[in-house]
């Protein structure tokens, strides 16, 4: 049977994904300056709020989304990764084994970096917790370099945009493998709290609203620093 466009991603799993791109390389970006270490913190933080939303959504979202249809697997990796040097290399309409294992490694990183980040930010911990946070991240820029480099390669092996189909949610795959709802509302919430947190941190609500998530994790923003 000919393969159709069919919708793969849901819009959550979208929007959650080009957070988490954006707040990573802009948390990574601020790392080092004084200046900005405000944004640096709060983009950690929005990391670490983005994995929970993820969590969620891993057991309540759509089929491709949910953790059950991308396990970790090692053998099916090897499977898989000896299957790209054949004629017929397998094709997932979901993650493929290897891009899961890259997944659950990146979630993993996001969660040690906030964790390490907030503990050092917060003078918990000595020393050692500033060279985890540093030594998490630097982990996770070489991941996220081999990912999108991965995701390049299988976009030429498969001949499909897969870049493409993360903006877009489509992908190729045959009539009944597709989702049926965008989940459009549960996205606009993810936004929704990811601008409030946003706002709040540069102090543009008014203060009717108030920022009680930011004000109490962060000391900097507190006035405390500094
Ligand atoms: C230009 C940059 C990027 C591109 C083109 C890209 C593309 C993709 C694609 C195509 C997938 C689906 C893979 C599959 O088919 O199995 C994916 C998944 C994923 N990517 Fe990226 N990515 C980029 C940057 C990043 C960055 C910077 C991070 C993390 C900081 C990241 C984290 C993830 C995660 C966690 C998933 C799993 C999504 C989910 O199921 O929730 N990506 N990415």
Do not use: C
Not at 40 to 58: C, E
Not at 136 to 141: G, I
Not at 173 to 195: N, P, T
């Amino acid at each position: 049977m000919n393969k159709q466009r069919i919708l793969v991603w849901d819009l959550p799993t979208r929007v959650f994904h080009w957070l988490l791109a954006a707040s990573f390389l802009g948390a990574f970006l601020t790392a080092e300056s004084e200046r900005y270490r405000d944004i640096h913190v709060v983009l950690g933080y929005t990391m670490l709020g983005l994995v929970v939303f993820r969590s969620l959504w891993g057991v309540v979202g759509t089929r491709y989304a949910r953790f059950s249809s991308f396990p970790i697997a090692p053998r099916r990796v090897l499977e898989y990764l000896k299957s790209l040097f054949t004629r017929s290399p397998q094709h997932h309409v979901g993650h493929n084994p290897a891009g899961s294992l890259a997944i659950y490694a990146i979630l993993a990183l996001s969660v040690l970096a906030g964790a390490t980040g907030y503990a050092a930010y917060n003078e918990i911990g000595g020393e050692w917790l500033a060279e985890l946070h540093e030594g998490a991240a630097n982990a996770m820029l070489g991941l996220v370099i081999f990912h999108i480099g991965a995701v390049m390669v299988s976009s030429l092996i498969h001949r499909e945009n897969l870049a493409a189909a993360m903006l877009n949610g489509y992908k190729k795959g045959h009539v009944g493998e597709g989702i049926r709802s965008k989940h459009r509302f549960v996205a606009a919430a993810v936004l929704l709290v990811a601008a409030y947190f946003w706002a709040g941190s540069a102090g543009l609500l008014p203060d009717a609203i108030g920022v009680p998530a930011v004000a109490a994790v962060s000391p900097q923003i507190r006035g405390e620093h500094g």
